[in-house]
């Protein structure tokens, strides 16, 4: 089992910038794809960004240029640089791994809000 824990969430100015983070630990395998998932209100969750252990990415069309996400293998964590931010953008964002034997795990969710 691996364990997700997100940081950085908070409120900023639309056209700010936001730093997410997600350390995850436990039993965690390799190669996986890490990512963040968001969720605005009566919405569904959709996909932000992800990125393979080897650097592969995949965004989502709404974010391309404005967000950008990296990550530390050897810490296990995984950022999510967010630039230009929209009001749009606001949601809770969940870190997620995806790794061996289609194994899923979550984080709990960190509340980004950006103001108008």
């Known amino acids: 089992q691996a364990q997700l824990v997100e940081s950085g969430g908070g409120l900023v100015q639309a056209g700010g910038s936001l730093r997410l983070s997600c350390e995850a630990s436990?039993?965690?395998?390799?190669?996986?794809?890490m990512g963040w998932y968001r969720q605005a209100p009566g919405k569904q969750r959709e996909l932000v960004a992800v990125?393979?252990?080897?650097?592969?990415?995949n965004y989502a069309d709404s974010v391309k240029g404005r967000f950008f996400i990296s990550r530390d293998n050897g810490k296990n964590t995984v950022f999510l640089q967010m630039n230009s931010l929209k009001p749009e953008d606001t949601a809770v964002y969940y870190c997620n791994l995806k790794g061996l034997h289609a194994l899923v795990y979550w984080g709990q969710g960190t509340q980004v809000t950006i103001s108008s």
């Open positions: 436990g039993s965690i395998s390799s190669p996986n794809v």
């Open positions: 990125i393979g252990t080897g650097g592969v990415t």
